[in-house]
C-alpha cells in the first residue's frame, strides 16, 4: 500500500471540526503542528490551546478516529507545548468562521473590535471568562444581544 | 540529596501548589456569588489542574517509580505533599478567595516568568504554556481585588480581614532550602528569596489601588513546601479530592 502524502493527511484533518466550535476545523485553530511520516508511522504534532482544556482529549480521538477511517493504522500523536499555542495562528478562514457563526475573533488590542451580530463598535465586557477557556464573555449596547469573543493568547 | 531527588521536589512543589489550589477554586462550582464569578474561578481551576499535569507527569518521570501524574496526585498522604501553605488555606468568604488568589498569581507570574530561560527544556515549555494562563489570572484577580477593596464599606472590611488572614502565609513562598539551592546551581529555577522585592513592589501596587493597608508583621508560618508540616486543611481536602481513587483504586472514568 502507498503512503498518502502529507499534503492529503493535512486535508484530512482540515476536514476535523473542533469539538466545541464546530464551524472551524483543527487546522483552523492552528494546533496540529507537524504532520510527518517515519517510516511505516504516521507522527501528528498537536499542541493544547490551555492546560486544561478538557477538549483536548476528545480532539486527540478525533484526529485518530478520522485518520483511521482513512486507512491510516500506524499513528501516533504527540503532545508539543512549545512554542505556545497562540491565537495568532487561527487562519483567516477560521476566523471569518468565528465571526459568522456569532464569536467575535481574537483582536491584539484584548477585546472584540465590533459586535459579531450588528457589526456596532459599542462593546462591554461581561466577563473575562466564558463558555469554554478559550472565550471571554462580552456584550453589544446597540444591539443588545451577548456575545462569545475568542481571547487573544 | 542528589540532583535529581532535588528536581523531583522542585516538581512537586510547582505540581502540588496547583493541584491544591486549583481543587479549592473549584470548590466554588455552582455555588460561586454569580454566574460570570462561577465561570471564571472553574476556568482557573481547570488551567490549573491542566499545569498540574504537566508538573506531576515530569516529577513522575524524574522519580522514575512508575508514578503518573494521576497516582501522584490521588495516592500520596499530607506529609508527602509539597505545596505552600497558601494554597490550601479554606475558601472562606469570596473576598478571601480572590485574596489568596492574588497573592498567588503574583508570585506565581513572577516565578513562571524566570522559568521561561530555565536550562531544563521541559521545565521552560511548561513554564511557556503555564505563564499565557497566568497573566490572565493574574489581571483578573488584581482587578477584583481592587474593584472589591476600593468597593463599599462592607466589601473593603472584607478584603482588608482577607489580607490580614492571609499575609502570614505569603512568607513561604519565598524561602529557600537545599532543594531550592540545587535547582539555582543548575541554572533549572530561581532561588525564590530573590524575588521578593518583586513581588512585594506588584503588591504594593495593586494593595494602593485597592485602599488596603498591607500588615507589617512578616511573620511567616511554614511547613507546607517541605513537608514538614501542613496546617489541618489540607487532611479535609485530600479526603475530599482523593476519595474515590482511593476506595476504588484506578477506577476510569
Ligand atoms: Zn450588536
Avoid at chain 2, 8 to 23: A, E, K, S, V
Avoid at chain 2, 35 to 52: C, H, K, P, S, V
Wanted: charged share 25%; proline share 5%; aromatic share 10%.
Amino acid at each position: 500500500m502507498t503512503q498518502a502524502s502529507v499534503e492529503q493527511i493535512w486535508q484530512w484533518l482540515d476536514a476535523v471540526p473542533d469539538p466545541e466550535i464546530p464551524v472551524i476545523s483543527l487546522v483552523d485553530l492552528g494546533i496540529i503542528r507537524d504532520v510527518a511520516w517515519d517510516d511505516e508511522t504516521l507522527i501528528v504534532t498537536v499542541t493544547p490551546t490551555y492546560s486544561g482544556c478538557p477538549a483536548t482529549s476528545v480532539i486527540n480521538l478525533d484526529i485518530e478516529t478520522a485518520l483511521r477511517d482513512h486507512g491510516i493504522d500506524n499513528l501516533q500523536l504527540k503532545r508539543q507545548l512549545s512554542p505556545a499555542w497562540t491565537t495568532d495562528w487561527l487562519s483567516e478562514r477560521g476566523r471569518a468562521r468565528l465571526e459568522e457563526y456569532g464569536i467575535a475573533p481574537p483582536q491584539p488590542a484584548g477585546g472584540p473590535d465590533r459586535c459579531p451580530h450588528c457589526g456596532s463598535k459599542n462593546v462591554t465586557r461581561v466577563s473575562q471568562f466564558g463558555s469554554t477557556p478559550c472565550k471571554a464573555h462580552w456584550r453589544c449596547q446597540d444591539c443588545l444581544e451577548p456575545f462569545d469573543y475568542f481571547k487573544c493568547i | 540529596m542528589t540532583r535529581q531527588d532535588a528536581l523531583f521536589q522542585f516538581l512537586l512543589r510547582m505540581g502540588d501548589n496547583t493541584l491544591i489550589l486549583g481543587h479549592r477554586i473549584s470548590e466554588w462550582c455552582g455555588i460561586a456569588p454569580v454566574l460570570e464569578e462561577d465561570i471564571a474561578l472553574a476556568n482557573t481551576a481547570l488551567d490549573f489542574i491542566g499545569q498540574t499535569q504537566f508538573w506531576l507527569g515530569y516529577a513522575g518521570e524524574v522519580e522514575g517509580k512508575d508514578q503518573d501524574a494521576d497516582r501522584l496526585a490521588f495516592h500520596r498522604d499530607a506529609w508527602d505533599f509539597r505545596n505552600v501553605l497558601l494554597c490550601e488555606m479554606p475558601n472562606g468568604d469570596f473576598g478571601q478567595t480572590i485574596m489568596r488568589q492574588f497573592l498567588f498569581d503574583a508570585w506565581h507570574s513572577i516565578f513562571l516568568g524566570r522559568l521561561l530561560k530555565s536550562s531544563d527544556p521541559r521545565v521552560a515549555e511548561i513554564a511557556e504554556k503555564a505563564s499565557k494562563e497566568v497573566a490572565y489570572h493574574l489581571e483578573r484577580s488584581a482587578g477584583t481585588v481592587v474593584a472589591l477593596g476600593d468597593g463599599t464599606e462592607e466589601s473593603h472590611a472584607r478584603m482588608q480581614a482577607a489580607l490580614d488572614y492571609l499575609y502570614p502565609y505569603v512568607g513561604e513562598m519565598f524561602l529557600s532550602d537545599e532543594v531550592d539551592q540545587q535547582m539555582a546551581e543548575a541554572g533549572i529555577a530561581p532561588d525564590p528569596a530573590t524575588l521578593r522585592e518583586e513581588y512585594d513592589a506588584l503588591v504594593a501596587r495593586v494593595m494602593a489601588e485597592a485602599t488596603l493597608n498591607i500588615p507589617e508583621n512578616r511573620y511567616a508560618h511554614k511547613g507546607g513546601r517541605d513537608g514538614y508540616m501542613h496546617t489541618e486543611h489540607l487532611g479535609h481536602l485530600l479526603c475530599e479530592m482523593q476519595w474515590l481513587q482511593r476506595a476504588y483504586p484506578d477506577a476510569k472514568w
